[in-house]
């Protein structure tokens, strides 16, 4: 009896350390945000600022780097020294070629001598045309062994120089990419140069808003960093293809008179005025956000509860036509709503989710 009982409590002490599998477990869901489309509408959307000339600067060839003469925020001029390479193994391969240049000169100037004696011969029919023939091979082919090496040579300088990093214009280090001793790959930026009293401010446009986007419109422009002052922009450059490792296009904006105080890298809110050919106002979401049930379709909005955690809610809604940006909604949803857009056949009315960007 007593080794039953013994028996009895290691099976209960082993289930008592089970992980309790009431625990809820948040789904996470990926979202966006309800857009009204076409008409006029004012909308916001963040940028940065930068300088209007902008300049990345790399060495041309491998190498590690041994000196580092400039700081971010450093004022360079022209021609000054910015980053050296080791320039040991390059200094040893123009000393190389430099040898078989003078080689080759000394060849070329045996097969000179050999040449302009068998030439006298050959005029007074002293030596035959073969002999002839050869030694005017030998000296031309000496001839484009010294153009050759002289090429090389050339060649080998200029890896030499560009082991040393200069800059092309004048102006401010904007940026510092890397380090002493850190081996350096030919073309990477080592420093990002920028000069010129131009400011523009880049901003990420989302495909709906895309086609409303207009080269020379006008935009008002604000910085977080200078409360209170407002900034007129033109749109100077509208990408046709999204940015890398983004799904919105690059959009550039120049200020007309832009502050002093405003440096590259500073946050901006931009505010367009987006304007439309068509214009109805209409509420846009993706299609896949979209599903039918009972012959009616919904979406399911989300409540936020705090930071990425909310709730989801089935509506129903009607729709219009499909569009490129997705299904025009015409009843169910307003302006500003977020709604779940991947994974919807396996969420429930009231489901606590986890919200990703």
């Known amino acids: ?67 580092l003469n400039v ?3 450093d004022q360079v001029r022209a021609g000054e020294l910015l980053a050296v390479l080791d320039a040991t193994d390059y200094n040893l391969q123009l000393d190389q070629t430099k040898s078989a240049s003078t080689q080759a000169e000394v060849r070329m100037q045996n097969t000179r001598s050999t040449y302009d004696r068998i030439s006298k011969l050959y005029e007074t029919g002293s030596v035959s045309v073969n002999d002839y023939e050869q030694a005017k091979t030998a ?9 050759s090496a002289r090429k090389q040579v050339q060649l080998a300088e200029q890896r030499v120089n560009y ?23 030919a073309g990477f930026s080592v420093i990002t140069l ?47 293809i999204v940015g890398e ?31 439309s050919e068509d214009d109805k106002e209409t509420i846009l979401v993706p299609s896949v956000a979209v599903a039918e049930e009972n012959d009616q379709n919904y979406v399911y ?19 219009g036509d499909i569009t490129g940006a997705g299904f025009e909604i015409t009843e169910g949803l307003e302006d500003g709503e977020m709604v779940v857009t991947a994974g919807i056949s396996k969420l429930s009315e009231g489901l606590t989710v986890r919200m990703l960007n």
Do not use: W
């Open 163 to 185: 082991t040393r990093l200069r800059a092309p214009i004048e102006g401010r280090v904007a940026n510092v990419n890397a380090e002493i001793n850190e081996n350096i790959m």
């Open 194 to 240: 920028t000069s010129g009293s131009d400011i523009e401010v880049t901003v990420g446009m989302p495909e709906s808003f895309i086609a409303m986007i207009r080269d020379g419109d006008t935009v008002n422009v604000m910085f977080s960093s200078l409360a209170g002052e407002n900034f007129t922009g033109i749109i100077s450059e509208v990408s046709y």
């Open 301 to 319: 909005v989300l409540k936020v509860l705090n930071g990425d955690t909310a709730t989801v809610h089935k509506r129903i809604v009607t729709i």
């Open 1 to 67: 009896m007593a080794i039953i009982m013994m028996l009895l409590a290691l099976i209960l002490g082993k289930c008592s350390g089970k992980p309790d599998s009431s625990a809820e477990i948040i789904r996470p869901v990926r979202f966006e945000k309800v857009i009204m489309y076409g008409g006029e509408q004012t909308r916001t959307f963040s940028g940065v600022s930068k300088s209007g000339l902008e300049t990345n600067l790399s060495f041309k060839v491998d190498g590690t780097l041994r000196r």
């Open 245 to 275: 490792a983004s799904t919105t296009y690059p959009i550039t904006i120049k200020l007309e008179d832009p502050s002093e105080d405003i440096r590259p890298g500073m946050t901006a809110n931009v505010k367009f005025l987006l304007t």
């Open 71 to 73: 700081e971010v925020g």
């Open 139 to 147: 000296f031309e082919s000496a001839r484009a062994g010294v153009n």
